[in-house]
């Protein structure tokens, strides 16, 4: 198959990216990362999420970020709600879409949710229906789709099974995610393959975690397959608190560069991008964890 001439990249850095921060990050400099992404062409964001401020402090201004934001037109504004209490407090925030998440996974499920896979769906098919009745686009997020930190190896199987509960409750889109960043890209596509069952092409989408090196890798293999929508993080931001070790998100900027140079549209202003990435990671006192942002920077200081 060719690869697909157009990609949408949701950038996950406001949420995935810095859910793990220890120090505080000050809401201002959230929702000023959410415009500058915005300006650099970004059409979708995922912002916050409303979970519990005991489980991930650092979301805990979800609704002061939302309510800062100068939103613009043709840009959707994601943000993850695990059960009724989080959709209702995040409905009055005028969400475009919001992400239950799920995993393969028993344990981990149990970890990051507090529940397991069978409870998670019941839970979310109240948050899916009172979405959709609010005209709410609804994304299932599919954690730790080929490796678990507490489980080891998942099969596709798992997979299927999660896609299949997802499906018959309503959820849209789903999204592959490789939350440990284990993946290589034949497991990578088993996943996939495994959600193509239940989800058509234009539903699923990666989400690649970059812990050992290979999300670019996966990236390019998912193309091959026709997938043409991924979450990723600019400046390489994150983890999830509950995969203890696992690293952020394929950077933005890598998988922009990667996708232009094979002559796929994104839609995304590179440079603004880069400079998006070195604001935040100015914030948080670090360099952005992403070779293209590093390659730019450096040439543009030589
Ligand atoms: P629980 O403790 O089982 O929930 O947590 P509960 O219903 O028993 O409630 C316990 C307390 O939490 C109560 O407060 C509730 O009011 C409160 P208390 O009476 O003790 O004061 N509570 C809430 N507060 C605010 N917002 C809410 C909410 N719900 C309950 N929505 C729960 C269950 C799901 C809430 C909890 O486990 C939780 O918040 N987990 C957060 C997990 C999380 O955010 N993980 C990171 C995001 S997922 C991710 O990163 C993976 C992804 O990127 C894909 C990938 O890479 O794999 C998406
Ligand atoms: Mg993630």
Redesign the pocket.
């Known amino acids: 198959m060719s690869l697909p001439p157009r990609v949408k990249l949701v950038d996950v850095g406001p949420r995935?990216g810095l859910?793990n921060e220890k120090a505080p990050v000050p809401a201002q400099a959230k929702i000023d990362l959410v415009h500058r992404l915005q300006d650099a062409g970004l059409r979708e964001i995922e912002v916050t999420?409303?979970?519990?401020?005991?489980?991930?402090p650092q979301?805990a201004d979800a609704a002061e970020v939302m309510a800062g934001l100068q939103r613009r037109p043709g840009v959707r504004y994601a943000v993850?709600t695990?059960?009724l209490?989080?959709f209702e407090?995040a409905l009055p925030c005028r969400p475009d879409e919001i992400?239950v998440?799920g995993a393969a996974s028993e344990a981990f499920s149990q970890k990051?949710?507090?529940?397991s896979i069978a409870e998670s769906i019941e839970r979310f098919a109240p948050v899916v229906q009172a979405a959709r009745a609010h005209g709410i686009k609804v994304r299932g997020?599919i954690?730790?789709t080929v490796g678990c930190p507490y489980e080891g190896e998942i099969a596709p199987a798992r997979v299927e099974l999660v896609a299949r509960l997802m499906k018959e409750i309503g959820v849209q889109h789903v999204g592959v995610?490789d939350?440990i960043g284990v993946g290589t890209p034949r497991k990578v596509q088993a996943a996939m393959e495994a959600a193509l069952r239940h989800y058509p092409l234009d539903e699923v989408s990666g989400?690649f975690?970059d812990t050992y090196g290979q999300a670019l890798a996966n990236t390019y293999a998912c193309l091959e397959m026709g997938v043409w929508q991924f979450d990723t993080s600019v400046a390489g931001l994150g983890g999830?608190?509950?995969a203890k070790g696992a690293t952020g998100n394929v950077a933005t900027e890598d998988v922009v560069y990667l996708l232009h140079g094979l002559g796929i549209e994104t839609g995304i202003d590179l440079d603004a991008l880069v400079d998006a990435g070195a604001a935040i990671s100015g914030v948080l006192g670090r360099k952005p964890n992403s070779r293209v942002a590093t390659a730019i920077l450096n040439k543009r200081a030589g």
Do not use: R
């Open positions: 995935d859910q999420s409303f979970v519990s401020p005991k489980w991930v979301m993850l695990p059960n209490k989080g407090a992400v998440f990051n949710i507090n529940c997020a954690s730790t995610a939350t989400h975690h999830c608190p509950y």
